[in-house]
């Protein structure tokens, strides 16, 4: 069934993992795609993935938690496509370390990719939302910003941040069609997780009801649900993609 067909969605970290797994799924769905992240060899193979699917793919580089970068990106989307449907606010870091250990340089980093990026994103893309009254927007939290994790305050403050940004925006936004709402994935089998011990994959995996890991499309298939048109009444809430881990 295609149902985002002549829609454009902006995923950051679309390069690799999660991001890479959304972009694809959207554009299955029928979406035409901006991708963003700093290593454009990555962008450039998910680019091409898309293409034979027969969409449209622009390969936008640049950090996205800084504003001149995200406001050349939106700028070269527009220009491309005339306009934005849905917002992926996806790029994300881990910088772990116990309190006591954790530097200041490892704070600021994961809240400045983490948490700020999704506020410059979406300022820059909302403008255009608000023009067409309405648009979707998706911040990937985690499950962590529920349970926290020792280890990981910056990255638990960061994803939690983005809940309290989501329900924010999505007050802001809800009476002109646009809704806003958070994926909260659990352990997911990307990159950012392949080095996990395997005393802690353990660990984890016990602690999940369903018993494995997650994959980026599992993800990935809640974010097109939360695109797609039949969504336009939800607004305001986090998803958890976790196999049961937090219920
Ligand atoms: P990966 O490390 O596999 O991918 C992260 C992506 O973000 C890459 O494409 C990376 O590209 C991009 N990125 C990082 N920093 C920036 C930046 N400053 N500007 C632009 N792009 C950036 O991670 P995952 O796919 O695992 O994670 C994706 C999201 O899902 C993250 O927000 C993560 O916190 C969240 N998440 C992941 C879980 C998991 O278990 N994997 C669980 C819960 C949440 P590049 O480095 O080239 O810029």
Redesign the pocket.
């Known amino acids: 069934m295609i149902e985002l067909q002549g829609q454009v969605a902006l995923v ?9 797994a959304v972009a694809l799924e959207l554009a299955r769905a029928g979406a035409d795609l901006v991708l ?4 454009q060899a ?2 450039e193979e998910v680019a091409a993935e898309i293409r034979t699917l027969g969409r449209r793919a622009l390969v936008a580089t ?5 504003v001149a970068p995200v406001e050349a990106i939106v700028a070269q989307a527009l220009q491309e496509f005339a306009h934005i449907d849905i917002l992926v606010n ?5 910088r772990d370390a116990v309190l006591l250990r954790m530097k200041e340089e490892d704070w600021d980093e994961v809240l ?3 948490l700020r ?1 999704a506020f410059v994103c979406t300022r820059a893309v909302s403008k255009g939302m608000l023009k067409k009254r309405s648009g979707r927007i998706i911040n ?5 910003a529920l349970m926290g994790n020792a280890g990981q305050a910056n ?1 638990a403050a960061s ?1 939690a941040g983005l809940i309290g940004f989501t329900r924010s925006v999505a007050r802001e936004l809800a009476s002109r069609g646009i809704t806003v709402n958070a994926v ?10 392949r080095d996990l011990p395997q005393k802690a994959r353990e660990w984890i995996q016990e602690r999940i009801p369903m018993g494995f ?2 994959q ?1 499309e599992d ?1 990935a298939k809640m974010v097109r649900f939360l695109s797609a048109p039949e969504t336009r009444y939800v607004t305001g809430q986090v998803f958890n993609v976790d196999g049961g881990m937090v219920m």
């Open positions: 950051t970290g679309a390069g690799r993992g999660i991001g890479r963003c992240a700093r290593t990555q962008l640049g950090d996205v938690s800084q996806n790029a994300g870091i881990r400045q990719v983490n990026s990937i939290s985690s499950v962590i990255y994803k909260a994935p659990g352990y997911i089998e990307t990159e950012m997780t890991l997650g980026p993800v």
